[in-house]
């Protein structure tokens, strides 16, 4: 089982601290959304060509891999497409450099036509695909927002057909809005193309620390490993979002305590 977590949790913290975390929960990746109190990576010093190889060595001395890079890209908003297509071209160059496997984008909202904007989302990760086709970075759209039922996803799978990076990166909380306590139906239909694993609980809608809450992480976990899934499970401890939350050291003392068991 291979675990690490996302910096949304600690986004306040700099490289060296988000790799002492990794070092006391002996993890040997990070997926990275937001550094340094940053959240473009554009803009993240540590993400920079002049921090390249500083970077570089700093995560090979720690033995950590950058795994997934987290981004804002969503293409359901016509009037802001352009924009999250340059934002996406910008995280693959950053992805390619440092050694990323994938990019996180959203399908994130319907608007207007469904059957027009599932269309739009489809092309706009179609489009990333194609961008970083043989640089060894996938695509990966989050299961979230609207985008979250079985004929949405589909589309876009459909439109994104034929690309090898192509791949879906399950968030256990969104899903279970339209596919509830029968989650397995859902791995059963996009299994082979889910890369990547957000781990996170929920009760009452409201974020809890895992374990305490309605989803069946465990049991998730260990569906997805008995199909052959040998991606990586990430904590998404969404802190930057709800500041309310505990610091993501008592989310990944939660969640290693359940899935010890």
């Not at 071209?89 to 207007?112: C, K, L, M, P, S």
């Not at 992480?217 to 490993?225: F, G, K, S």
Request: glycine fraction near 10%.
């Amino acid at each position: 089982m291979k675990i690490c977590f996302s910096t949304l949790g600690c986004a306040e913290r700099d490289l060296d601290g988000v790799l002492a975390l990794a070092k006391k929960y002996t993890m040997d990746a990070i997926e990275l959304r937001g550094l340094g109190g940053e959240m473009d990576n554009r803009k993240i010093a540590a993400l920079s060509c002049e921090c390249r190889e500083e970077t570089i060595e700093k995560l090979r001395e720690r033995g950590v891999s950058p795994l997934v890079l987290g981004t804002s890209c969503s293409f359901h908003d016509q009037a802001k497409y352009a924009s999250f297509i340059e934002e996406g071209y910008a995280a693959i160059d950053v992805a390619q450099n440092f050694g990323f496997r994938g990019i996180r984008v959203f399908g994130n909202n319907v608007v207007g036509d469904e059957d027009e904007c599932v269309r739009r989302v489809g092309e706009g990760v179609r489009t990333l695909c194609e961008y970083a086709a043989g640089k060894g970075v996938d695509v990966l759209l989050e299961t979230h927002g609207d985008f979250n039922t079985r004929e949405r996803l589909l589309g876009v799978c459909e439109i994104c057909r034929g690309y090898e990076n192509f791949g879906i990166l399950w968030d256990i909380c969104h899903t279970r809005k339209t596919y509830g306590s029968d989650w397995r139906k859902f791995v059963e239909e996009f299994g082979t193309l889910i890369r990547h694993v957000h781990l996170k609980d929920v009760a009452a809608d409201k974020l809890v620390l895992p374990g305490e809450g309605e989803l069946a992480i465990a049991d998730m976990v260990n569906y997805l490993e008995e199909r052959g899934y040998d991606g990586y499970f990430s904590l998404e401890w969404e802190r930057k979002w709800h500041p309310e939350l505990p610091p993501i050291e008592d989310g990944l003392d939660a969640l290693m305590k359940i899935l010890a068991k």
